[in-house]
Structures are given as structure tokens and as C-alpha cells.
């Protein structure tokens, strides 16, 4: 049975991600942060009491911050596959925590992959980097390739460079079985709420079953290549069964403004967006990432890989969840 060490198992990619490789018949190792109420909704559904039987989900308190527990957890579990999913993931909220993100983001990354080495598994495990399309920040070229210049534009965005050439530099100095996936925003209805997509299609629901009125937007011009993130876990685990690491975009080479986003959502609960959405300048960011739009050429030639879920039909399936969430809100709201 091969043995996954997922980070940033209880966030949205981390729990697509254990599903996955559960259904694949691997154990997978998690690591969760002690917190003072529960983060584990998004897995709680794969969980199961550590005393019975056929239990394959093991959950370990640990941080990326702390580079003792992890060299301690690599020692222990010697795991065949490594996937680095743990971040400080937003973007606008990196400007006001800079070093929190750097230091997690960034040295996070550092420190597994010197764990990696410490507890001798160069040679054994195989390590997938969570890389990101803000990479590319201010654009260089469209659509974005392995190849295009990067210029990122937040300490997020600089921070997740740092890890992506780590990776490159572990590949090139030790041989280590490492591989970057940039890839460029997918959404669910297990994104977290302050994410762009799920802060809309939570609030145009909740308007729509009458329990909330207004939703404030920043920037409604930037454009984002959004795909789905259950299919993008699956380009995760291709990357890491392939013979020789190497790096890939990950995208569906279809590009969308957040207007775009916002008419779509209230167009299909048959709203008129105008009447609800008003601007609020603290959502706005120090410096803006315009337009991205990813050629996932390379994965499809390579990986045999190619986005099913588009555009319309992510919408539909956020706000299809969101929908039936907001009604039994206002169900429990009428009680009370
Ligand atoms: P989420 O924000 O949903 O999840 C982040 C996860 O990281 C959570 O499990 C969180 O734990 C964990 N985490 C945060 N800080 C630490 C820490 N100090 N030590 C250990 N774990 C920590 O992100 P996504 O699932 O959306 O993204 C997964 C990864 O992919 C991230 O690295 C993200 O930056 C990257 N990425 C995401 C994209 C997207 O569009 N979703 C696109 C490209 C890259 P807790 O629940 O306790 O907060
Ligand atoms: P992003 O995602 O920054 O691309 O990073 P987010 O959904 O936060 O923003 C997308 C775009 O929407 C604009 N925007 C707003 N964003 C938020 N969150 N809230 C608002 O009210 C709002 N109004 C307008 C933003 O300015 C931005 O242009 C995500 C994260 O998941 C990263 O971890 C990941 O690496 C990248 O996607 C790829």
C-alpha cells in the first residue's frame, strides 16, 4: 500500500486531494493545525475512529512553521509521496501578513524539503509543489506557458516563486523526485468563503432565499482562468506517477472577468446583479494581477490530461450547493 503526507489536508485542494488517493487504495497522512474550534469539516467525512478496523486516514498535529515536527513526521511515516498543499493561500490578506505568508509559503516549503533530506528519503519519496498562476503577476505573454517570465505582485505571489525554484533547485541538486503543479485558480463549493467565486455565489444565494441584501466587491475588471478543483487533485497525482519530475500549468485556457462571474451567478437565480453588488475599496489589493488565462498544452501532451468542467457548468455546481445551503440557513432563520 503506498503512503501519502498531504499538507494542507483540511483546505479545499487537501481534502479533493485525500479522496482521491483513498479511492486509489493508498493511507493517507495528514497534517492539521491545533486550533481553538474544529478546521477538519472538509474531511470529516473521511474520517474514521482511529480503533477500528480498515481505518487508512491518519491525521498529525504539525505546522510548517515548525521544521522539528516535520523532520520527526518524515522519520516516522516514511511516506512514497509528499503533496505540499499548506499555505496561507490569500492573496489580498498576504499584504497584511507578509512575513506570517512568506514564512509559511515560503520557508514552509524549505523546510520539507530539507525534512526530505534529513530523514534520508532523496532517493524514496516524490514531492509535489503547490505552484501558483500569481506567479505570473504583471502579464509578460498570453496565454501563460511553463515559460513564461513571472513578475509577481504580493508577498503570496513572491513567496510561492521562492518555493517553485526551490523545488527546481532540490530537482537539480539532489535528484529529488519533485514536481511543481502552477496552477491557476479552481474553485468549489468547498472554497473557502472569501475566495472571489464562493463570496458571490454565497452571497447572490443568500439573497435569493432572503437573508442577506447587499454584497460588496473590489475590483470587478481582473480576469481569472478558473477551472474545478476535484479535477485539478487528479493532475497533482499524474504528476507525481510519471518517470522524470518536471513542472506544468495547469488551466483550462479560458479567461473570465469577475463581472463575468457575478452576472453569470445572479443571471441563473434570475437576479439583477446591479441592484445588489456595491463596491467597497478595502477589497481592493496594493497591486493587481490583471488577467490570467493558462495554456495547459504541455499537461495534456504529456499527462494525457484535459479540463472537463468549464466555466458555466462551475458556476451552475457552485450555486446549485450554495442554493440548497442558503435555503436551509432561512429555514433555521424562520425557526428562531
Ligand atoms: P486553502 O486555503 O483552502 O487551504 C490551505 C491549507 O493550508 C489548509 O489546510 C490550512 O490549514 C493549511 N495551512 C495554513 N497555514 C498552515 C501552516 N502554517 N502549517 C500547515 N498548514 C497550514 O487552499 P487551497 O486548498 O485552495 O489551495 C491548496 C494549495 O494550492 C495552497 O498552497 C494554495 O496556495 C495553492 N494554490 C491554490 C489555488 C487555488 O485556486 N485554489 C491555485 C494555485 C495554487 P487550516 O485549515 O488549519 O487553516
Ligand atoms: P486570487 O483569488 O487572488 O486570484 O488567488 P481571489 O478569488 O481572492 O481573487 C480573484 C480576483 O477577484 C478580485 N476581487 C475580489 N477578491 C476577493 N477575494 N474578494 C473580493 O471582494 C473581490 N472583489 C474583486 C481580486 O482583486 C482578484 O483579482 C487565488 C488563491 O486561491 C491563491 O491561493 C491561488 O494561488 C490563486 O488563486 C491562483
Known sequence: MKKAL????????????????????????????????????????????????????????????????????????????????????HVRVSFDVAEYTGDVVGLGAQRILEAIREAGLVKKVRYYQAS???????????PQTETTPFWPRSPYGCAKLYAHWLTVNYRESYGLHASSGILFNHESPRRGETFVTRKITRAATRIKAGIQDTLYMGNLDARRDWGYAKEYVEM????????????????????????????ETFGLLDLD????????????????????????????????????????????????????????????????
Open 236 to 263: 497533482m497525482w499524474l504528476m507525481l506517477q510519471q518517470d522524470k519530475p518536471d513542472d506544468y500549468v495547469v488551466a483550462t485556457n479560458e479567461t473570465h472577468s469577475v463581472k463575468e462571474f457575478i452576472e
Open 132 to 142: 501558483s498562476s500569481e506567479m505570473f503577476g504583471k502579464v509578460q505573454a498570453v
Open 6 to 89: 498531504i499538507t494542507g489536508i483540511t483546505g479545499q485542494d487537501g481534502s479533493y486531494l485525500a479522496e482521491l488517493l483513498l479511492s486509489k487504495g493508498y493511507e493517507v497522512h495528514g497534517i492539521i493545525r491545533r486550533a481553538s474550534t474544529f478546521n477538519t469539516d472538509r474531511i470529516d467525512h473521511l474520517y474514521k475512529d482511529p480503533h477500528v478496523n480498515d481505518v487508512r486516514l491518519f491525521l498529525h498535529y504539525g505546522d510548517l512553521t515548525d521544521a522539528v515536527q516535520l523532520v520527526k513526521l518524515l522519520y516516522k511515516l516514511q511516506p512514497d509521496e509528499i503533496y505540499n498543499l499548506g499555505a496561507q493561500s
Open 273 to 336: 446583479w446591479r441592484r445588489f453588488v456595491k463596491y467597497d475599496a478595502r477589497y481592493e489589493r496594493p497591486a493587481e494581477v490583471d488577467l490570467l488565462i493558462g495554456d495547459p498544452a504541455k499537461a495534456q501532451r504529456q499527462l494525457g490530461w484535459e479540463p472537463k468542467v468549464r466555466f458555466k457548468e462551475l458556476v451552475k455546481i457552485m450555486v446549485e450547493h450554495d442554493l440548497a445551503l442558503a435555503r436551509r440557513e432561512a429555514q433555521i432563520a424562520s425557526l428562531v
